[in-house]
């Protein structure tokens, strides 16, 4: 396993240095604190806090064929049904047509789309374990890549269809408040569905969204611009 230590102020500054040494994200490494550190008194220098970062294995990449052997979107397939075979789940990958703007990214995503009967528990309550699916997806991606490569992961459709029914609330949602002239918050959602509602009435000329709350409550409300 490879690992890198850092000693910097605070635990947070040191992890942060570790992970630019290694070049990756917080959720690729195991962290363990080596020292904390201490502040020094009467104007005499303190301890440093030290950690130590080890770089989490991919246990599959024995199964999936090297990134330069293959382009991005064949890549990220061959995971995906790796992964699928190692939860026993019978399925098979398309990687559709066309793009799809979903989470943090404004450029098009690959749509990989899990295609089988009984997927309900891939997708999970509000579709958070189909997110955390498609995390893993990526974060094995990136690996083999040694690139972040935006991809999105969908189950029997079931993302496109979301999108195109948060496309079609955002717009009727548009007209009320046009309409009665007053505000309207709509329901609590994850960050790519909310993403979905403010990218539906960008370009709208009469209202704009905005998101307020925290954590699962977070949600989009739409008024009339000023």
């Not at 240095?17 to 220098?45: A, F, I, K, M, Y």
């Not at 995503?109 to 891939?122: F, K, Q, R």
Request: hydrophobic share 40%; net charge negative; with cysteine.
């Amino acid at each position: 396993m490879k690992k890198v230590e850092t000693s910097a102020k605070t635990v947070e500054e040191a992890i942060k240095l570790g992970l630019n040494q290694l070049n990756v994200s917080r959720d690729e490494v195991e962290v363990e604190v080596l020292s904390e550190g201490r502040h020094g008194l009467l104007g005499l220098r303190g301890e440093d806090a030290r950690v130590c970062l080890h770089l989490i294995e991919n246990e599959y990449d024995d199964d999936i064929a090297p990134g330069n052997q293959m382009d991005a979107g064949d890549l990220a397939q061959n995971i995906l049904e790796t992964l699928l075979d190692k939860m026993d789940i019978e399925a098979y990958v398309d990687i559709l047509p066309e793009k799809m703007v979903t989470d943090e990214e404004s450029q098009p995503s690959t749509v990989l789309n899990i295609v089988g009967e009984d997927l309900g528990i891939l997708i999970g309550r509000k579709g958070q374990t189909l997110i955390s699916l498609q995390q893993v997806v990526r974060l094995m991606l990136s690996h083999q890549l040694g690139r972040f490569e935006p991809v999105v992961v969908d189950v029997n459709g079931y993302r496109q269809r979301r999108l195109s029914s948060l496309q079609a609330l955002a717009w009727r949602t548009a007209e009320q408040v046009k309409l009665r002239r007053m505000p309207f918050s709509l329901e609590p959602m994850p960050a790519y569905e909310r993403r979905i509602i403010h990218l539906a009435l960008a370009d709208d000329d009469e209202v704009t969204t905005q998101s307020v709350g925290f954590g699962e409550s977070r949600k989009v409300v739409v008024v009339l611009k000023e």
